[in-house]
Structure formats: C-alpha cells, structure tokens
C-alpha cells in the first residue's frame, strides 16, 4: 500500500480551504499559506510575487542556493501567531515551498489545533475531486 505525501514527509500537513487560510508576513510582503506542517509551509506566490531578492529555485533545480525566509504566520480569527525561519526550497506554478528551520517552525500542538479546527468545520475533504482541481487551477498547475 502507497503512503500518503505527508507521512513520507515526516509531518502533516494541514491544507487550507480559500477562505480559512492563514498568512505569512515577511520580507516586506504578505502571502497566504496554503498548507501549514511543524516542518515548512506552501505559500500562495501568483506571479512574480516572491520572498526575498532572490526568487526560489524552481523544482528540479538543484544547483541554486535557496534564499533565506524569516517572518510570522498569522491564524485567522485570532487562533495565534508564530514566528518562523527557514529557506525557499522550491517554487512550483503559484506556490512556492518552504522548510522550516529545526528551531523556526511551528509547534506540533499548534498544527493539531487547526487540523481538529478544519475537521470540526467539515474542511478536510483531500479526496473531494472537485476540490482538488480547484486548489490545481488556482495554483497555475495541469492535472495530472
């Protein structure tokens, strides 16, 4: 049986719906978060929108030197703030992906609270077809 991308990660990953998203303020910007783990965080980036003066390597780039990302994620409706630290380590479509540093990050308990949040509101639906081509469309990427 094939694991699912988040246990292969190590963390899991909250997916946020549109309008519960939370945003990350750094580098004189502000970016909505798309998915949030104790271990990085993927960012909504449309267009040239990017998080320092260098822009992230694209994926498969291997030889580019990440840039740097310092910042806070702020939860909506006043659930929190965390301050985070970590490397831009790809950019893919409208998205562009960031791990955390090992003392940058957000803490575990904090990531359950909004997965428990997100299932309380009826959001943690991965396997709604409708829903993932919405995310594909948004973030400027072809089905599979």
Do not use: C
Not at 13 to 31: C, D, N, S
Not at 82 to 109: C, E, K, N, Q
Not at 118 to 133: F, S, V
Request: hydrophobic share 40%; net charge neutral; charged share 25%.
């Amino acid at each position: 049986m094939r694991e699912m991308g988040a246990n292969r990660r190590g963390f899991y990953r909250v997916v946020y719906p549109r309008e519960l998203r939370p945003v990350f303020v750094g580098a004189g910007g502000h970016w909505p978060v798309i998915d949030l783990s104790e271990g990085g965080m993927r960012l909504y980036a449309r267009g040239d929108a990017i998080l320092s003066s260098k822009p992230p390597p694209d994926t498969g780039d291997e030889q580019a030197e990440p840039p740097r990302v310092e910042g806070t994620v702020r939860l909506p409706d006043n659930r929190g703030q965390h301050v985070v630290a970590g490397v831009a380590v790809y950019r893919l479509g409208h998205s562009v992906g960031i791990a955390f540093d090992a003392t940058g990050g957000v803490p575990m308990p904090s990531i359950m609270a909004e997965q428990r949040l997100l299932i309380r509101l009826g959001h943690l639906r991965r396997d709604d077809p409708d829903e993932l081509a919405a995310l594909r469309a948004e973030l400027g990427l072809r089905e599979p």
